[in-house]
């Protein structure tokens, strides 16, 4: 035996509401009355909005019945509070699962697939879909399913239902474009609402088009960066989740810029998809908190 233990099974309850006196009270009084032992609280005010928001993680084993059963009855709490639709209730015993879409760069889907097999990242990759079959063999050699999705110029819409049909299948908790070149129609964007992750670098706006690299080498810049956030309609301009640079300078190459950039898109992906999985993110409109 190796003598490693699971990890503690946890409810963790995000939500948001007006923000007004006793919202901390109601909430820790609701877990107090059921024996829940509360391991971890953040709290967060927005005085811009006027909005409040937390993140209550309980133990499971402290309360007398399941997530199901917790979500029935802290409903109420949430309707008393007027959180309407912007409350939570998940369970780390349920394996989060994720389908990553791909065309043909793989530094992101390399670096996913490697964090998932070592266990640092704690997620089932239910399939990769790709509009080219490039990264078929890695997706593969980690026995996990590829499904090649061409999207031919002129019928594209057909492609993008197949492509949601594939995930639908999976019931998945993240769909991930990593570094996936296909603009999603609106009606996806809707779907995927809040579980679609995009990531690009972070030249936007200042560098649009073709070659981004080579527009910022010419400028001269002193940083390249990335952007992790929810995909909507809005072309690259959903709610940020995560955001992080790196230094270049002037003795860089075009291909110097290129390679940091992938590294940084990278480790920006994998934060942001965790802390998604982990219900860290609430957003509130086109903003996020993380906590």
Not at 254 to 272: F, N, P, Y
């Amino acid at each position: 035996m190796s003598g490693v233990t699971a990890p503690e099974r946890r409810y963790v309850i995000t939500f948001g509401c007006p923000d007004r006196t006793g919202i901390i009270a109601r909430i820790s009084g609701f877990l107090a009355e059921h024996g829940g032992w509360i391991v971890e609280a953040a709290y967060h005010t927005d005085p811009d909005t006027g909005w409040f928001f937390t993140r209550q993680v309980v133990r499971a084993d402290s309360l007398p019945f399941d997530a199901a059963e917790l979500r029935a009855r802290f409903a109420e709490v949430a309707a008393d509070l007027s959180a309407e639709s912007s409350w939570q209730v998940s369970d780390t015993g349920e394996r989060r699962r994720a389908v990553v879409l791909v065309s043909k760069a793989g530094h992101c889907l390399y670096d996913l697939l490697g964090r998932v097999a070592s266990g640092e990242l704690d997620v089932d990759v239910a399939a990769v879909i790709g509009n080219h079959d490039s990264l078929a063999d890695i997706t593969r050699a980690h026995g996990i399913p590829f499904h090649h999705v061409p999207f031919p110029p002129g019928d594209k819409a057909q492609a993008f239902e197949h492509v949601r049909k594939l995930v639908a299948e999976h019931e998945p908790h993240a769909v991930v474009l990593a570094r996936f070149m296909q603009i999603l129609p609106a009606d996806l964007c809707r779907e995927w609402a809040g579980r679609a992750i995009n990531i690009h670098h972070s030249f936007l706006p200042s560098f649009i088009g073709a070659k981004p690299y080579h527009q910022a080498h010419t400028r001269g810049v002193k940083l390249v960066g990335a952007t992790c956030h929810y995909v909507t309609a809005d072309l690259d301009a959903g709610p940020i989740i995560e955001q992080d640079v790196i230094r270049v300078d002037h003795g860089d190459s075009v291909e110097d810029m290129v390679r940091k950039g992938r590294d940084i898109e990278k480790v920006t992906l994998a934060r942001g998809l965790r802390w998604h999985l982990e219900n860290r993110v609430l957003v509130h409109g086109n903003r996020t908190v993380v906590f």
